[in-house]
């Protein structure tokens, strides 16, 4: 069989690389190419950690289709190989929820999953996509709302896909009137507390949490329930009935990209007769899933397991806080503590206390940091490391 190869396709920050991303698309499904995506956050430089996780040298297992590299916030981002088919797959498991079509506004980093989904969406319906985020790829509330309320007001029903963070800076710059005119908002990247999910929909926003990866090509369950033809499974679950989360979906990636043993060695653990074996913790509570964390999500301190995941949860439930980033730093006494960066004014102490009746002393923050605002990797997600 005669070896095949992507094309390398650079994406500067910016319109441009949305532009490139719909050409990616189109050039795969109607002529069967591959389309390796590398974003670049220094416009036309290459060199960064995306570009080095894809090397076009290297053969791929699928024949036509997208590389798309993951975010890279818990490690170094891989390059996963995703077919046309399973991209044609995961636009329509999408698209078929809804009874009628509608237009795509772009707010994440199209030359990740979340943004390239969005631009898919649109393409598979022959409906308008438009940018919404500014000239360096960043989002904005402001820029955001802006051209939001003029592409609503001329195409109508118009759907997005927005990251919990981005939820969470508009409703902190009173965006709320703007999100209802949204025909519907998918929310992924990281959970939103069950009380500012139900006060948004109470308020008339059509807000769909979603959860899925880059190796699933987006978000396949939504509000804890798999789409159409996808299985989950809870891998060896515990007594509480809690396990490593697998997913079975015709949208699923083929492989990760690569020769190396590391990449040989990841596949197998990952990829294994149609199912994607996640880094994710996971349950069903009444036949619906609940993602408990990820597998590095259990940091250990004074000998007591504890999921970072929870003690965010907890204090972004508390009053003044609007978002919250939690890890573990190293510490003589207890091996690793708790530290946190917190968007918001609220008592210190409160907080650790807060976070003591819930999950008990080991899970207390001991050190708190208040920040205007969280760093963002290039996707939307936050930047763990450059907080730690």
């Given at each position: 069989?005669?070896?095949?190869?992507?094309?390398?396709?650079?994406?500067?920050?910016?319109?441009?690389?949305?532009?490139?991303?719909?050409?990616?698309?189109?050039?795969?499904?109607?002529?069967?190419?591959?389309?390796?995506?590398?974003?670049?956050?220094?416009?036309?430089?290459?060199?960064?950690?995306?570009?080095?996780?894809?090397?076009?040298?290297?053969?791929?297992?699928?024949?036509?289709?997208?590389?798309?590299?993951?975010?890279?916030?818990?490690?170094?981002?891989?390059?996963?190989?995703?077919?046309?088919?399973?991209?044609?797959?995961?636009?329509?498991?999408?698209?078929?929820?809804?009874?009628?079509?509608?237009?795509?506004?772009?707010?994440?980093?199209?030359?990740?999953?979340?943004?390239?989904?969005?631009?898919?969406?649109?393409?598979?319906?022959?409906?308008?996509?438009?940018?919404?985020?500014?000239?360096?790829?960043?989002?904005?509330?402001?820029?955001?709302?802006?051209?939001?309320?003029?592409?609503?007001?001329?195409?109508?029903?118009?759907?997005?896909?927005?990251?919990?963070?981005?939820?969470?800076?508009?409703?902190?710059?009173?965006?709320?009137?703007?999100?209802?005119?949204?025909?519907?908002?998918?929310?992924?990247?990281?959970?939103?507390?069950?009380?500012?999910?139900?006060?948004?929909?109470?308020?008339?926003?059509?807000?769909?949490?979603?959860?899925?990866?880059?190796?699933?090509?987006?978000?396949?369950?939504?509000?804890?329930?798999?789409?159409?033809?996808?299985?989950?499974?809870?891998?060896?679950?515990?007594?509480?009935?809690?396990?490593?989360?697998?997913?079975?979906?015709?949208?699923?990636?083929?492989?990760?990209?690569?020769?190396?043993?590391?990449?040989?060695?990841?596949?197998?653990?990952?990829?294994?007769?149609?199912?994607?074996?996640?880094?994710?913790?996971?349950?069903?509570?009444?036949?619906?899933?609940?993602?408990?964390?990820?597998?590095?999500?259990?940091?250990?301190?004074?000998?007591?397991?504890?999921?970072?995941?929870?003690?965010?949860?907890?204090?972004?439930?508390?009053?003044?806080?609007?978002?919250?980033?939690?890890?573990?730093?190293?510490?003589?006494?207890?091996?690793?503590?708790?530290?946190?960066?917190?968007?918001?004014?609220?008592?210190?102490?409160?907080?650790?206390?807060?976070v003591e009746r819930e999950l008990g002393s080991a899970a207390k923050p001991r050190i708190i940091k208040f920040a205007h605002e969280l760093p963002l990797l290039p996707n939307g997600k936050i930047d763990v490391d450059s907080l730690k």
């Amino acid at each position: 069989m005669t070896p095949i190869f992507a094309n390398r396709v650079l994406l500067p920050p910016g319109r441009k690389a949305a532009d490139a991303v719909s050409g990616a698309i189109l050039k795969c499904i109607n002529e069967n190419t591959i389309s390796a995506l590398v974003p670049s956050a220094k416009g036309e430089s290459l060199g960064n950690k995306y570009e080095s996780a894809i090397d076009v040298t290297i053969p791929c297992q699928i024949e036509s289709g997208l590389i798309v590299c993951t975010s890279g916030s818990t490690g170094n981002p891989k390059a996963v190989e995703i077919s046309s088919q399973s991209l044609i797959s995961a636009t329509n498991l999408v698209n078929k929820r809804f009874t009628e079509t509608a237009s795509w506004l772009l707010a994440i980093n199209p030359a990740f999953i979340g943004g390239a989904m969005v631009i898919a969406r649109a393409i598979a319906q022959d409906q308008k996509w438009e940018y919404g985020l500014d000239d360096n790829a960043k989002f904005s509330p402001e820029i955001f709302a802006g051209i939001a309320q003029t592409f609503i007001a001329k195409q109508g029903r118009v759907r997005t896909s927005l990251v919990a963070a981005q939820l969470a800076a508009l409703v902190a710059q009173e965006k709320i009137d703007l999100l209802t005119k949204f025909d519907a908002i998918l929310v992924g990247g990281g959970q939103i507390s069950p009380d500012l999910f139900n006060d948004l929909k109470n308020q008339g926003v059509n807000l769909i949490r979603t959860y899925g990866m880059t190796e699933t090509c987006g978000g396949i369950v939504w509000d804890g329930k798999a789409l159409e033809n996808v299985q989950i499974r809870i891998e060896n679950p515990s007594h509480n009935g809690a396990g490593i989360i697998s997913i079975k979906s015709p949208s699923n990636a083929t492989c990760y990209h690569g020769d190396s043993q590391g990449v040989k060695n990841l596949n197998e653990k990952t990829f294994n007769q149609g199912w994607v074996i996640t880094q994710d913790i996971g349950s069903f509570e009444n036949a619906t899933l609940k993602v408990i964390g990820r597998t590095d999500d259990i940091v250990i301190s004074g000998g007591i397991n504890i999921s970072v995941h929870a003690v965010e949860n907890v204090l972004r439930d508390q009053i003044g806080i609007e978002d919250a980033v939690v890890f573990a730093i190293p510490d003589k006494t207890w091996g690793t503590i708790i530290a946190a960066v917190v968007v918001g004014n609220a008592d210190e102490m409160k907080l650790q206390d807060a976070v003591e009746r819930e999950l008990g002393s080991a899970a207390k923050p001991r050190i708190i940091k208040f920040a205007h605002e969280l760093p963002l990797l290039p996707n939307g997600k936050i930047d763990v490391d450059s907080l730690k």
